[in-house]
């Protein structure tokens, strides 16, 4: 079972890294609109953040999936053990309600001179900017941590 899963992983990855090789070429490489007076836009902007927005929702498809999965077969072994691999999940829902409580909900002004104030996607995108900032942030103490052999028994 294991071999078939590395060779599945194996596989989603080049056809990952094939995608998106194609769309960053159509991204720098197809030509340039001009949406707004002097401002160029790459042709297929809207191509790859479309990309990013599917590889997104990919991943925390399969992730929900894989924990709910790990959580369901642990229930059934030790329950105490399933009970604390909710803990992450439980931290990271609290850590997007805290940023997105803090997120500022000031108009944005655009590059054509409007102002774009829908609250609601103001502050989901400073939640996910500020939640970036701590999860990255909390990766690279955890990295020095384990570099440092503070945690090795």
Same mark, same amino acid.
């Given at each position: 079972?294991a071999?078939?899963s590395?060779?599945?992983?194996?596989?989603?990855?080049?056809?990952?890294?094939? $995608?998106i090789l =194609?769309?960053l070429?159509m991204? /720098?490489g197809?030509g340039?609109?001009? *949406?707004?007076g002097?401002?160029?836009?790459p042709?297929?902007t809207?191509?790859?953040?479309?990309l990013?927005?599917?590889m997104?929702?990919?991943?925390?498809?399969?992730?929900?999936?894989g924990?709910?999965?790990?959580f369901a077969g642990s229930?059934?072994d030790?329950?105490a053990?399933a009970?604390?691999?909710?803990?992450?999940?439980? $931290?990271?829902v =609290?850590l997007l309600?805290?940023t /997105?409580?803090i997120?500022s909900?000031e *108009?944005?002004a655009?590059?054509?001179?409007t102002?774009y104030?829908?609250?609601t996607?103001?502050?989901?995108?400073?939640?996910?900017?500020y939640?970036s900032y701590?999860l990255?942030?909390?990766?690279?103490?955890g990295?020095?941590i384990?570099?440092?052999?503070?945690l090795?028994?």
């Amino acid at each position: 079972m294991a071999k078939l899963s590395y060779k599945v992983s194996y596989y989603v990855f080049y056809v990952c890294i094939a $995608l998106i090789l =194609v769309v960053l070429g159509m991204f /720098y490489g197809v030509g340039y609109t001009n *949406p707004v007076g002097e401002y160029n836009e790459p042709a297929h902007t809207e191509t790859l953040i479309f990309l990013m927005y599917g590889m997104l929702a990919v991943t925390v498809i399969i992730t929900l999936l894989g924990g709910l999965a790990k959580f369901a077969g642990s229930l059934k072994d030790n329950p105490a053990n399933a009970i604390k691999s909710l803990l992450g999940l439980i $931290l990271l829902v =609290v850590l997007l309600v805290v940023t /997105y409580n803090i997120a500022s909900v000031e *108009p944005m002004a655009l590059a054509d001179g409007t102002t774009y104030s829908d609250v609601t996607w103001l502050k989901i995108t400073d939640m996910m900017i500020y939640s970036s900032y701590v999860l990255f942030g909390l990766a690279a103490i955890g990295t020095l941590i384990n570099l440092t052999g503070i945690l090795k028994k």
